[in-house]
């Protein structure tokens, strides 16, 4: 059984770092591509960052040049690099997956169960 565990997330001051870590387990034949995503009380859920399997990047335009997204293949692992925090940067953030489980022909999206930044004025 594939699973996506999240760590990282907590209670900052604007400006200030984090990092949060997803590491997929279970029994995985591929990972394509890996993502953060978040949604704060009220919004829809939005596409953070993506990273492809080949190490191409996407941001969304609210976080270019203070977040980097990055994945140790080897691990299964995404990590995203949160610098310049802002209030607005608040939100539950999660983890997700684009793989192929071993057992499957097909890809599917995998979700973690989220961690919660908070960032203080």
């Known amino acids: 059984q594939v699973q996506l565990m999240e760590s990282g997330g907590g209670l900052v001051q604007a400006g200030e770092s984090l990092r949060l870590s997803c590491a997929a387990s279970?029994?995985?034949?591929?990972?394509?591509?890996m993502g953060w995503y978040r949604q704060a009380p009220g919004k829809q859920r939005e596409l953070v960052a993506l990273?492809?399997?080949?190490?191409?990047?996407n941001y969304v335009d609210s976080v270019k040049g203070r977040f980097t997204i990055s994945r140790d293949n080897a691990k299964n692992t995404v990590l995203l690099q949160m610098n310049s925090l802002k209030p607005e940067d608040t939100a539950l953030y999660y983890c997700?997956?684009?793989?192929?489980?071993?057992?499957?022909?097909?890809?599917?999206?995998?979700w973690g169960q989220g961690t919660q930044v908070t960032v203080s004025s």
């Open positions: 997700n997956a684009d793989l192929i489980p071993y057992g499957s022909f097909r890809s599917r999206d995998y």
């Open positions: 279970g029994s995985i034949l591929r990972v394509n591509n």
């Open positions: 990273i492809t399997s080949g190490d191409s990047t």
